[in-house]
């Protein structure tokens, strides 16, 4: 494991931090700023100032310069998430783009996918959506139903997708569905399309999560249209495409979230010390501070998971299934956290922001805590993944 950074890196460090001080201001680094902005409008705040980023040279950090990112190494994108997190920056409007869709375009699409997908995303100009989940199929994904006929130069599809993420606001959306028989496998025949979202056979409605915000929704394709050219891989592979993007899904280094969830220990621990238990602070119970330890000790781990991870992917490794370590770590960590908060301040943490009791963000971290252990693959689906084709035991 290699703890060191270079002369370059710290460099690349200093420029990012002196941009951030210059063009993030004080009042965007607080909840505050947000509380009282529609969701529409925070989305839209973002989206520009993200796309001001991107035209400052901050984006796509490892991505080659001809595609419109810096072409950073894997230490230089850490650095990156860790200034990102420290600062209190908004993340990415376009996380499926940006995280999932573009490396998987960089390692398997065409040249002229390359040029025209990635840069768009850089900029935020197009909002990519991923529709892999339906109402059938969740951790099952082969279960997928979903159609696409091929009529003439086109694809006509129907079927239903379900909990995607910035339905309401994407412009485009990469999707699996069934184009050719599934010859005794269900992961024959599937294809991954590449629809625009801003056409009458394309209905987004949105989901309300616990927190209340809208942030996924389902969209329904009824005869929509996808030219038969706007295919990632080749006609019927789409299972490969999709589990190679799911890779990238489950993440490489996790130095972003760690930075993330220690500021947050931080304030679970202040939370503690403020919270009155039978006229003590909270922070004294021994069975408290005995939670607060374990979950000290499971940052450190995830920290030293990451730079693992980040030395491997340094060395040109590629991470395989070994993703899915990374992404049970900070995940469960995460959650552990998170219901640390929950015993402090009691039942009475989902109440965001209660004067004297909850804290807004903490509260908001809290509920999006449970989200994760479930996206990109249940905890339960990634130890199947981690025991059989990582630790090769039975079956
Ligand atoms: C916040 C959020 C955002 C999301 N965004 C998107 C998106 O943008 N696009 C998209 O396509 N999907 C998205 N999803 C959906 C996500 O990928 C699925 O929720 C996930 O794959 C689980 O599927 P499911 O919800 O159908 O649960 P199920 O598959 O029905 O699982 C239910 C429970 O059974 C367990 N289980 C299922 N199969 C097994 C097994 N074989 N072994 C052991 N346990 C098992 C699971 O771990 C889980 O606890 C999002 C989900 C969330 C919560």
């Known amino acids: 494991m290699d703890l060191s950074h270079s002369e370059q890196d710290e460099e690349f460090r200093r420029e990012l931090r002196t941009w951030l001080d210059q063009n993030l201001p004080q009042e965007m680094r607080r909840m505050e700023f947000w509380a009282d902005k529609a969701e529409d409008e925070q989305f839209q705040i973002r989206r520009e100032w993200e796309a001001g980023k991107a035209k400052a040279g901050f984006a796509g950090i490892q991505w080659p310069t001809e595609y419109g990112g810096r072409g950073g190494t894997p230490t230089m994108k850490a650095i990156y998430d860790q200034e990102m997190a420290l600062a209190n920056a908004p993340t990415t409007v376009n996380p499926l783009g940006l995280t999932f869709l573009a490396p998987t375009v ?12 990635i840069p768009e995303l850089l900029h935020n100009k197009t909002i990519w959506c991923q529709g892999f989940s339906e109402p059938g199929a969740g951790s099952d ?12 130069e086109e694809y006509l599809l129907n079927g239903q997708k379900i909990w995607t993420t910035n339905a309401m606001h994407g412009d485009k959306i990469f999707t699996l569905a069934r184009t050719g028989p599934s010859d005794g496998s269900k992961h ?45 891989g080749a006609e019927n592979e789409g299972w490969k495409v999709a589990m190679l993007l799911l890779s990238f899904e489950r993440g490489s280094s996790a130095i972003g979230q760690y930075t993330e969830f220690r500021k947050m220990w931080d304030e679970v621990a202040a939370a503690a010390r403020d ?23 499971e940052l450190e781990c995830l920290k030293y998971h990451s730079w693992h991870i980040l030395t491997q992917t340094s060395k040109g490794k590629d991470l395989g299934f070994e993703a899915s370590m990374t992404k049970l ?31 807004g963000e903490l509260t908001t971290m809290a509920l999006w805590s449970r989200s994760c252990t479930i996206w990109g693959g249940s905890s339960q689906v990634q130890r199947t993944i981690v025991a059989e084709r990582v630790l090769g035991l039975p079956r």
């Open 106 to 117: 960089m390692y398997l699409g065409t040249e002229e996918q390359k040029k025209t997908i």
């Open 141 to 152: 994904l082969a279960a997928l139903q979903m159609r696409a006929e091929k009529q003439g």
């Open 275 to 297: 919270t009155d238990r039978d006229g003590r602070p909270a922070a004294e119970d021994p069975v408290l501070r005995q939670a607060l330890a374990k979950e000290l000790v």
């Open 329 to 359: 770590q900070w995940s469960e960590t995460f959650r552990d956290l998170a219901d640390v908060y929950s015993d402090v301040v009691g039942p009475q943490f989902q109440v965001a922001g209660k004067p004297g009791v909850s804290r």
């Open 188 to 232: 024959a025949g599937i294809s991954m399309l590449l629809v625009d979202m801003h056409q009458p056979g394309v209905e987004a409605r949105p989901l309300k999560q616990m927190s209340g915000a809208s942030e996924f929704g389902e969209v329904f394709f009824t005869d929509a249209t996808c030219p038969t050219t706007e295919i990632l």
